[in-house]
Every structure is written in C-alpha cells, then in structure tokens.
C-alpha cells in the first residue's frame, strides 16, 4: 500500500491530556483507573475517566452538538497544536480536500439516558431539550469535529465495537488512493455511559479491579473513554528521521460469535498478516506489538494464540489498556497514538497491573519499560462479532 505520514496526532485519556501527558504516565507506568464513581452507575468496577470533560463549553454556534462525547472530542482537538495543524493543511490542500473518519462505539447515548429520565410521563416523548442528531447519533462526532475545524470533505463515522478507530484508518487510506481527499483527520473519541457499564456488567466482563490483560488471574475489562486524533497527508519527498507512518493496514471479519472471538484467533490472525502484507513486511520486521488485550478470558487467549501462531514468543508486546482502560470505539486510534509515541521516543512500554503472565498464552509479554530504538509496530484491535483490524506504523529512520 501507499505509505501516509501521521503528520500531527494526539490523544487525551484517563492517564493525560495530549502527547506530552501521555509519554510522562508510560514512562513512569503509571495508569488512569479508578473505582467506578460515574453517574448514578453502581457497579463494582474501576474505569478510566477523563478529567475536565464535564467543565468543557461549545461554542454557542455549535450548541445542538452538546454531548459528553463532543465535549471531550473538543477537549482532545485543543491539545498538541493539532487544530492548527490541520489549519495548515486547509490552507494547502482546502476545506472540501480534507475528510474526517471517526470510530465510536455509543457517541453521545449518555444524553439520551438523562433524557429518558425527563420523558413526559403520560406520553412518554423526550423533553424537548433532547437532540438525538447532536448526541445519540453516530454520525454526531464527525459531523461535529468537522464543523469545529472548518472541514468540507467526506466525513465518515465507523462503529465496529472496539475496532472503529483502527480502521478509519483504513477507510481514509482508500479514499486517499482514489484520489478524492489530499488529507485526513481520523481518530477516535468514545465517553462512559451508563450503557456500556451496565451492558459489560451485564455480560460479567467486568473487572472488580484495574484490569490486568494476559495475567493468571485475569477477570475482565476496565472501560474508560479517550479522544485521539491523527492527521494524514501523503508522504513528501524528504522526511525528519522521527516522522511516523502508516505502512499497513489489515482488516478481517470472522463473525464467529456475536460478542466472543474464534477460540484459536483466526480472524485476528488474518488482520496481522493482512497488515504485514500490505506493508510489505516480515513478522521478524516488527519491533513491537501493541496488543488488543482486554483483560478477559477468551479475548487474551484468542490473541494469544493469533500472535504466537505469526510471530512465534520472540516479538515483544503488552497491552496498555492497564493503564488506559478500554476505550471501546476510540481503543484504536488511542493505541496507535501510544504506538507512535513509543516509536518517537525509543521505548516499548510496559503492560502495567499484570504480576503473574499466564503461561499458556505463549508470548513474550512486558512487565516492565523496554528502553530501545523500535523502528516498526504493529497495534491490534478485536471487536465483537470479529471485526478486527491490525495497523502497522514505522520511523522514517
């Protein structure tokens, strides 16, 4: 495929606000979770809260948008001079060459929850306060972050479960080779809700503690929520050494189980080859794995088994989503920011909370910051009902 430079990216999550936060709570291992204290929600959990969301304003103009989904995709679009950097490419490339591609899982459903506690109680109907095209719509968070940044381009909103943000990246790299946007804005951004708590709950994937993936004693997940935000323009002819790109994308659907993955991993394993071959790559050739690793039974088995079966126990991985949590629709593009991060500043960060890694999964797994040069990664994300997706991202040099 057509390589792409990650010409700006950001992420905001419970263990920071942009780039800089972000590479401070790797380094130091330091993760985001806390016991669950969101809404009325009373579930013996932790999750990953972004601070300072609910403190966040629209702009008077943008007022039908709001939502705790586009506050915090607002909050994530003010770090790391990425507004201004896509005020850039606006001037180079103009305002209808530039797409959005977005991943969510539930956009802004929280609004609808506090609606429905305000429902007429003789009719039922909502107040009429409540816009569903601003929040609960999928469609919001593109449409918002489209607007907020002067963008007149396509604009699309993917929701595969927890492989959305990943593969936007994917769909603006097709758009791009069609030679029908020069740019694009991709990302993810996903906020807690009562219902994905109580709907995990509900599946008891939950952890009662701050998850910890590929451990012995594993026992579930920890949702959290993030925006994270990457713009793409195709490679120049020259480039500084730490520039990230995008080399491979990999995507599979196995549809084996609504909401359980195909035991021995074969979905997830199509998405790695898929994204190795599309980089032109070797599994020898990745530095690093940034693993899916949710913290659940079946899910780190699966992967286990999809990583060992193509990169034998010899590639390093963790999975950071024991200092992030699970950020559902916006995990991928959160995980490729923290890949590239990685890449940027010579570490393969560790996989915090784990103590004891199962034997049976067979990888080479990091409990500790491995300090080092990576040239190339290779980030997973697995969704229900096997909508998977595999992004490999490289140095220049």
């Given at each position: ?264 991993g074969l979905g997830a394993r199509a998405a790695m080859l898929a994204a190795l071959d599309s980089a032109g790559l070797t599994p020898g050739d990745i530095d690093y794995i940034n693993l899916h690793g949710t913290g659940t039974l079946s899910n780190d088995s699966a992967e286990s088994r999809a990583v060992a079966a193509v990169f034998g126990d010899t590639t390093a991985g963790s999975s950071t989503k024991g200092a992030t949590g699970h950020a559902l629709g916006a995990a991928g593009a959160l995980e490729a920011v923290i890949c590239s ?57």
């Amino acid at each position: 495929m057509t390589e792409l430079l990650l010409k700006k990216f950001t992420a905001t999550s419970c263990i920071g606000h942009g780039r800089a936060a972000t590479l401070e709570s790797l380094r130091a291992q330091r993760g985001g979770l806390a016991p669950c204290t969101f809404e009325t929600a009373a579930i013996d959990t932790w999750t990953g809260e972004v601070s300072g969301v609910d403190a966040e304003q629209l702009p008077a103009a943008l007022k039908q948008y709001d939502c705790r989904n586009n506050r915090l995709a607002q909050l994530g679009l003010r770090q790391d001079g990425f507004t201004d950097a896509v005020a850039q490419s606006v001037g180079r490339w103009g305002r209808r060459r530039i797409g959005v591609f977005l991943g969510t899982s539930t956009a802004g459903i929280l609004e609808t929850e506090l609606a429905y506690r305000h429902r007429d109680p003789a009719t039922g109907a909502l107040p009429d306060s409540f816009h569903y095209e601003g929040s609960q719509n999928a469609f919001s968070v593109a449409d918002f972050v489209r607007r907020t940044l002067g963008l007149e381009g396509p604009a699309i909103v993917v929701c595969s479960a927890c492989s959305s943000s990943a593969k936007v990246f994917g769909s603006a790299r097709r758009m791009m080779a069609a030679d029908l946007i020069d740019a694009a804005v991709v990302g993810g951004v996903d906020s807690l809700c009562l219902t994905t708590l109580y709907g995990f709950h509900a599946l008891q994937l939950t952890s009662r503690g701050p998850c910890k993936p590929f451990d012995v004693a594993r026992d579930g997940i920890s949702i959290s929520e993030a925006a994270a935000f990457a713009l793409l323009e195709r490679v120049p002819d020259s480039l500084d050494a730490d520039a990230i790109r995008l080399l491979g994308v990999g995507e599979s659907s196995d549809a084996y189980h609504m909401s359980s993955p195909q035991p021995e991993g074969l979905g997830a394993r199509a998405a790695m080859l898929a994204a190795l071959d599309s980089a032109g790559l070797t599994p020898g050739d990745i530095d690093y794995i940034n693993l899916h690793g949710t913290g659940t039974l079946s899910n780190d088995s699966a992967e286990s088994r999809a990583v060992a079966a193509v990169f034998g126990d010899t590639t390093a991985g963790s999975s950071t989503k024991g200092a992030t949590g699970h950020a559902l629709g916006a995990a991928g593009a959160l995980e490729a920011v923290i890949c590239s991060i990685a890449l940027q500043d010579a570490f393969a960060p560790a996989g915090i909370n784990t103590k004891s890694v199962d034997p049976a999964t067979g990888i080479r797994y990091l409990l500790e910051n491995r300090p080092g040069r990576l040239m190339r990664a290779l980030s997973n994300s697995f969704g229900f009902g096997g909508t998977n997706c595999s992004l490999v991202l490289g140095r220049a040099g």
